[in-house]
Structure formats: C-alpha cells, structure tokens
C-alpha cells in the first residue's frame, strides 16, 4: 500500500485552495514513565486541556530585576548581531531581537536554568534543545497588534519541525497587564491544526517577521475555535507563560504608558530536531530556526 | 480687582504652548442633601476617588437581549440620518451612530430608565438631560485603537460645556471582554484637568471623531497619570459603566472575533447647560452636543 499524503506529513498547509482544521496528530503532553519534576498533576492537565499554562513569580524579585535590566542593555543593541534584529513594521522601533541566548550570557544561563528546563522535560517527555530565543518588545503607546497564528504552522512549513512536540516560554521582563497588550491564548486551538492558503514567497521571513501575510489562519477558523474563550496571560514581571507550539495566539495593541518585554525560550524535543522545510522552500537562517547547534539540556 | 483667567475659565486649554495638569476645580460627586436613591455610600466614594463605576447585571438577559437586537438594527443604518454616522478612519465601517436617543424610541427609552437616570442623580445632585447620545462599535478582527482623551476637555473647548458636572454612562449591549478592546480608565485621572497644545481647526469635529489630531493630551501627562494604574472596564453585555466627564480613558484594537457594541448616555447637569464654546470657534452640530433640547429627565 502506498502511504497517504497524510501519513506522510499529517501537517499539511499552504497548498489546498480552502482552509480547513486538521485534528492534531501528536499528543499535548508527551507520556513517560518519570515523575513530573515541577508540575503538578492538577497544572499538566489544565497544560493538555487549554494549551497553556501560567507560572507565576517563577523568578524572584532580585533576578526579575536583574533579567529586566538585561533585557533593556540588549535593546539598547550594544553586541547585538544587526541580522537578528526585527524592527516595527512602520517605524525603526526594535520589536524583537532572535537568539539572544547566544547573544546575552544571562539569557543563555536562564535559557539552562532547571526551574524552565524541567517544566519542558515534563511535558515534552524528552531532552530538550533551543529551538529559537528572541526578546519581544512592545513599547508603551505605540506597540503595534500581532495577529492570530500558531507557531508549529510556520516551524513546519518554513523551518522543517516534524511533529508539534515543542513549547515556548515567555518569561516576563515587565508586568503584563490588561492594558499594554498582552499575549492573548485561544483556549483549546492547540488541539486543531488550522491550515492556511497561499504559497509561500522565497524569503518571506524577513517581511513576515515585521507583518505576516502568509500562514495567516482565516478568521472563520479563529472565530470557530474562539467558542471555548480567549485568555490574557496577564502576570508580573518574573512569572512565566508556558503555551503549546501550535496554539493559536496573538496580541492587541499598546497604548498604555506601560512597555511589555518578554523574554521567548522554545524547547524542543531532540527526537523533533528540524529536516528539510515542509513548504519546499530554503530553511530560514540559523537565528531564527536553529539547526547547526543541538546541545541537550 | 480684575479677575484672573483662571477665574474666569478654570479650564483653558490649546492655548498654551506647553500642556500641564491643573487641578480639578469642581466636586467629583456633587453634594446635596438628598439621601442617594440608587448608590451604596461605598460605590460613591469608589466613584469619587477613581472617577468610574462599574454596575453588573443592571438590565436582564431578556432586556438585554432586545437592547442587543436594536443596536444591530441600527448599525444597519435603517432610518438612521447619514449626518450622524462616523465611520472607520480608513474603511467605511460604522464606527458610531450619534444622537441615536433621538432616532431609536427604545434607546429614549433606555435614557428615561430610572436605573440610569436616578444614578446620574445621585452623583451629579441635580436635575440632568441628555448632552451626547452614541452607539460605539467596535466590529471582530478589525476594531482601532482610541486614544487617551479626556471628553470634559473637547465638550469645554468645542461645545461650551462650562463645568465638569456631567457623565457618562456606557450601557454594555455586548460582553466587553479583556480581548475585545475594552475601555481603559485611569485611576483617579479625573482629578486632573490635562491641558492640551494646539489651537483647534474649524469644523475639527468632522475629523477627529474618526481620529483625534487635537485636544490630545501628551504622553508624559499620560504617563504621569497612569501611575495609579489603569482598569479595563470588563464586564457582561447589560452591565453599565459610569465615568466621569474628566477622566483619561481610551480603548485598544479590537484582534478577537468578538464584536464590542457600547451605547453611550451622557448625563449633565441641568444648571451646566452649554454655552458659547471656550475655544471661540463655532459650536459642534446638534447631534454631537444637545443645545436645543434640554428636556429635565
């Protein structure tokens, strides 16, 4: 027997003239026999359930402090790689700053640090790795909206990531409020795999980093999977929003006096390490997908 | 002794090269010797030092039902005077509908409701008619941002508002959700008279509520004030939300697919009736700011 177009990539998008929802091929928590190191029952089955999880007061006082002041040092772009820097799309305010952790030795140390990487080691049910780092900014009254997507949709069309047995970490450099736009969470889209159309230009990254035209989900879907309620990761500077690599998630604008920072750390599973792109396309570079330096944590 | 021109006018503004805060120089709750017919003492003096009131379930699911269909029917436009539509800075979506009082009976209705009416009483302690009636929408996906105003200051300059001895009332004919773009008071703003720079073009009005240009206060002032934090006023469809005519408030985009549709009842002041504009330009049309039908409710 010949092997379906889904059995050999059950993660298909940006081909088929409609969009349509996929149910998810591949577990929300990963199983094991060990013992969850950090999580409690009751939080890894909210994690399977929602898509997310928040962590609060993660990180002390003193190392929130510390950690924010890092960051601020790296907006200022002293020793920062200008290739890894994304700015606004109107304007040359810096919105991201990617593989910081190489950059920043604090970020690299926190990157290592055992209160994140057990979180990753139990629900994952694997060594992890960096998959891509950046720091987010989103500056008080002119922070711009991030529109809907999942992350994993990009990953594997543009970078190659087989399987959805990935998480990001937002870990907070500034409170995240109601008001200064926070990371908004469609609660249970993890579980559907929401297919895009269009195909995707060559080097589209260095566009869809600042604004994204492609492997936008359609908003029939996002209204759809927005029944089960959309939830603001709001929390203080030093908590950490743990989210699935394909739930679907976005932000609103700042016009508060308040800036956001945070600070993204993607682990991935070593059995998920990126191949060649989904889409058929070149991968995009080393800072954005990371593929040259596997070290397990 | 000649008056100074503070005596005078205790609120000027755009005229000054450099904006600042004055003091607020009129009570937030006006004192009478009338027992409060709707409000506990506690929600007075949160009113009082915050200058907002959120009300829950003030109408029923059935009242607010019907509210809900009506404003529907009304953002369709069906026996709606064009002049009184403002539409989306670079669409033409509906944005507003003004003087809908006046052209929809169940929204007289609503204004005349003693539930609304008796709380406009307890705080303003006097008889009130209706300044501005609006229904604001902000439609799924593609709501904007509104910026930080104070409406005291452009109803003083434009519309001959002389003190601040009105309100708002904001009737919830949808849920206003963390996710849709809900309004943002700042705390305790309202004890502050914000200045604004710039003299105000003729017939400003036709723009600015689409987009606001002048009487815009600066960012420091904004900043300054927001130290007291800023609440999102979220609540379900049939709440109400009270705010004074001086407080800072504005509202982020709309990224969700949840609709947001507001009617908004100003309340003033029967003895604060406008009068010839302090900006020394023409006064705003009817439907923006009632002069002609000062009916005690």
Same sequence: chains 1, 2.
Avoid at 179 to 184: C, E, V
Wanted: negative net charge.
């Amino acid at each position: 027997m010949r092997a379906t177009a889904l059995e050999r990539d059950p993660y298909p998008s940006r081909v088929e003239p409609c969009p349509r929802l996929i149910p998810r091929a591949d577990p929300v928590v990963w199983q094991t026999d060990r013992r969850p190191a950090r999580l409690s029952e009751t939080e890894i089955a909210y994690y399977d359930a929602n898509g997310y999880l928040i962590l609060n007061d993660v990180f002390s006082e003193q190392e929130t402090r510390v950690l924010a002041q890092v960051g601020e040092h790296a907006l200022a772009l002293a020793g920062i790689d200008p290739e890894t820097v994304v700015r606004e799309p109107d304007s040359q305010a810096v919105r991201s700053i990617f593989e910081v952790h190489r950059q920043v030795p604090e970020f690299d140390a926190l990157a290592r640090d055992s209160r994140l990487v057990e979180v990753a080691h139990d629900l994952l049910a694997d060594q992890v790795y960096i998959h891509q780092s950046r720091l987010n900014y989103k500056p008080g009254f002119e922070g711009r909206d991030f529109w809907w997507h999942s992350d994993f949709e990009t990953w594997h069309i543009e970078d190659g990531m087989p399987r959805m047995r990935a998480l990001s970490m937002s870990i907070l450099l500034a409170d995240n409020l109601v008001s200064n736009g926070p990371l908004l969470l469609i609660n249970g889209s993890h579980k559907h795999y929401v297919t895009c159309v269009g195909e995707t230009p060559a080097e589209h990254y260095k566009q869809s980093l600042r604004k994204q035209d492609y492997g936008v989900p359609e908003r029939s879907l996002i209204a759809e999977l927005s029944q089960q309620g959309i939830r603001a990761a709001t929390a203080k500077a030093g908590s950490v929003v743990v989210f699935d690599c394909n739930i679907l998630h976005g932000s609103g604008s700042n016009i508060s006096p308040f800036h956001r920072s945070n600070l993204f750390l993607v682990y991935n599973s070593l059995k998920n390490r990126c191949v060649a792109p989904y889409g058929g396309l070149p991968p995009r570079p080393q800072h954005i997908a990371n593929r040259a330096c596997i070290e397990p944590l």
